[in-house]
T-cell receptor, first 113, second 109 residues
């Protein structure tokens, strides 16, 4: 059963703590992405990776970090430097087949207490 | 920087009516444009992808048009059903997707 999984579905963290969101795909896609969604706004790109061991900053990378050690996995760490981390986080992946159709995971809702 | 606007922000129609969702974008140098559906608290589901060389794309009751030169795309949903209630997002791509805030559709039974 192919797809993208994100865990956990809901995450609570205290101010000042780092937290890592998981994203795994078994679609054999080369590219992976992290987006943030706030109420009433469109998705904003945090980081993306086109290939293992390489990643680039998106539009709102400050306060976040990523790694891409395996093709299947692209974890996102929300650091204490992120001023307003409460949001819905979405991971996506795509295959470079000329269409670059992106497929999304179910999301993780992060709440800072 | 690509700016994407979706009008209207919300739409409520009785079952059976046709839906017209508009999307405009500021930079016409796009690679393709995707329309997504998002149910509350869920991820995005890709509905249609239109390549920059195409004028429209159809899937079942859905039809999307693209006028790249004027920076516009329209999603048509024929004979709406309550199950069509969701938020619809437009995303032009120059390799990276840029998203509008979406149109939230409610179809009343």
């Amino acid at each position: 059963d192919g797809g993208i999984t994100q865990s956990p579905k809901y995450l609570f963290r205290k101010e000042g703590q780092n937290v890592t969101l998981s994203c795994e795909q078994n679609l054999n896609h080369d590219a992976m992405y992290w987006y943030r969604q706030d109420p009433g706004q469109g998705l904003r790109l945090i980081y993306y990776s086109q290939i293992v061991n390489d990643f680039q900053k998106g539009d709102i990378a400050e306060g976040y970090s990523v790694s891409r050690e395996k093709k299947e996995s692209f974890p996102l760490t929300v650091t204490s430097a992120q001023k307003n981390p409460t949001a819905f986080y979405l991971c996506a992946s795509s295959v470079r087949d000329g269409t670059d159709t992106q497929y999304f995971g179910p999301g993780t809702r992060l709440t800072v207490l | 920087k690509q700016e994407v606007t979706q009008i209207p922000a919300a739409l409520s129609v009785p079952e059976g009516e046709n839906l017209v969702l508009n999307c405009s974008f500021t930079d016409s140098a796009i690679y393709n444009l995707q329309w997504f559906r998002q149910d509350p608290g869920k991820g995005l589901t890709s509905l249609l992808l239109i390549q920059s060389s195409q004028r429209e794309q159809t899937s079942g009751r859905l039809n999307a048009s693209l006028d790249k030169s004027s920076g516009r795309s329209t999603l048509y949903i024929a004979a709406s059903q309550p199950g069509d209630s969701a938020t619809y997002l437009c995303a032009p791509s120059d390799y990276k997707l840029s998203f509008g805030a979406g149109t939230t559709v409610t179809v009343r039974a």
